[in-house]
């Protein structure tokens, strides 16, 4: 699409669930729940521009510009709407594509997602410091990476559950070999992180899910993006379904895969899937986000939230 080589599976029946994979990881990070979802869904798995097997070009790697690629390939495919999966950074994009095409988005689920809060791990955040690039392709060159990829994947398998997401580490480390793959990741990086943390939020626009079902999946020992941005989710989109997996960490679906379909698919179950209605939407749009919550006085205790003032229509 567009000149570029777009890499990824589709395999199943019935209503389609599009995955969309984290940073540096590709359509792979869904392998364990892949044939499981696909006994009852169409499942549509990418690899992201810029991993995995598609081009790693120069090019637009905001979250908007990953939203848009994700309507043309399921337009290419003939696919009208999908149920879309995000996690971690895939998260923030699935976001972004419910709010750009909400007409194509039945329900919307997130997993361990960006766009919740500003906290995310400093491993992330270093990689918008100045000589990433240099000081990563010293660390890639093969025996340097051998020895590291091969020391995480035995912590990974140690029994320590705060390093059992090192194996996925391991693969992303690896991928970073590639020069291509290493630019497009700081890309990505530095459109959604700056040193402070997080830069993409769903706060301000968290509001709309009024209209689309929403679904939050966390592990109880994520030590990438904090377990309690899935409570920030709760407070931001009260009627969004929150799920925490116990002795689960930034992988939930990799770590317990019989239970990460069990949700999705009783999700998808008890919803009935969104239909964009395009008065509702501006009615919302109008009425505005939850304005940040209004003290009493200077140190007093914050009221609750209340709706922007509706803005007055001319008579």
């Known amino acids: 699409m567009h000149g570029h080589r777009r890499a990824y599976v589709i395999t199943g029946s019935g209503p389609v669930v599009l995955l969309l994979h984290g940073l540096g990881c590709d359509h792979t990070t869904w392998a364990p729940v892949i044939a499981r979802l696909a006994r009852t869904h169409t499942v549509l798995a990418p690899d992201l521009l810029g991993h995995g097997e598609s081009d790693k070009p120069r090019a637009?790697?905001?979250?908007?510009?990953?939203?848009?690629?994700?309507?043309?390939?399921?337009?290419?495919?003939?696919?009208?709407?999908?149920?879309?999966?995000?996690?971690?950074?895939?998260?923030?994009?699935?976001?972004?594509?419910?709010?750009?095409?909400?007409?194509?988005?039945?329900?919307?689920?997130?997993?361990?997602?960006?766009?919740?809060?500003?906290?995310?791990?400093?491993?992330?955040?270093?990689?918008?410091?100045?000589?990433?690039?240099?000081?990563?392709?010293?660390?890639?060159?093969?025996?340097?990476?051998?020895?590291?990829?091969?020391?995480?994947?035995?912590?990974?398998?140690?029994?320590?559950?705060?390093?059992?997401?090192?194996?996925?580490?391991?693969?992303?480390?690896?991928?970073?070999?590639?020069?291509?793959?290493?630019?497009?990741?700081?890309?990505v990086v530095r459109a959604v992180v700056d040193w402070k943390g997080q830069i993409i939020t769903m706060a301000d626009?968290?509001?709309?899910?009024?209209?689309?079902?929403?679904?939050?999946?966390?592990?109880?020992?994520?030590?990438?993006?904090?377990?309690a941005h899935a409570s920030n989710a709760g407070t931001l989109a009260p009627s969004a379904r929150v799920e925490i997996i116990p002795d689960a960490g930034h992988f939930p679906h990799k770590d317990h895969p019989e239970r990460f379909v069990r949700i999705v698919r009783d999700f998808i179950r008890t919803t009935e899937p969104s239909r964009h209605d395009r008065e509702r939407w501006r009615e919302l749009l109008e009425e505005g986000a939850l304005v940040a919550p209004v003290h009493a006085e200077a140190g007093g205790a914050p009221l609750a939230p209340v709706r922007a003032a509706r803005r007055a229509k001319p008579a």
């Open 60 to 187: 637009d790697y905001s979250v908007g510009g990953y939203a848009n690629g994700m309507r043309d390939l399921m337009t290419v495919l003939g696919i009208d709407t999908a149920t879309v999966v995000g996690h971690s950074f895939g998260g923030g994009v699935a976001m972004q594509f419910a709010y750009q095409f909400p007409e194509r988005t039945e329900r919307l689920v997130l997993v361990g997602s960006g766009g919740l809060g500003p906290e995310v791990t400093p491993a992330i955040r270093a990689i918008t410091t100045p000589g990433f690039h240099q000081v990563m392709g010293a660390l890639a060159v093969p025996g340097v990476r051998h020895a590291t990829t091969a020391a995480l994947k035995l912590l990974s398998r140690s029994g320590v559950r705060h390093l059992r997401d090192l194996d996925e580490v391991a693969a992303i480390y690896d991928s970073l070999q590639d020069a291509r793959t290493r630019a497009a990741i700081r890309h």
């Open 205 to 227: 626009r968290a509001y709309l899910t009024e209209a689309m079902p929403m679904c939050v999946v966390w592990g109880a020992d994520d030590q990438v993006i904090p377990v």
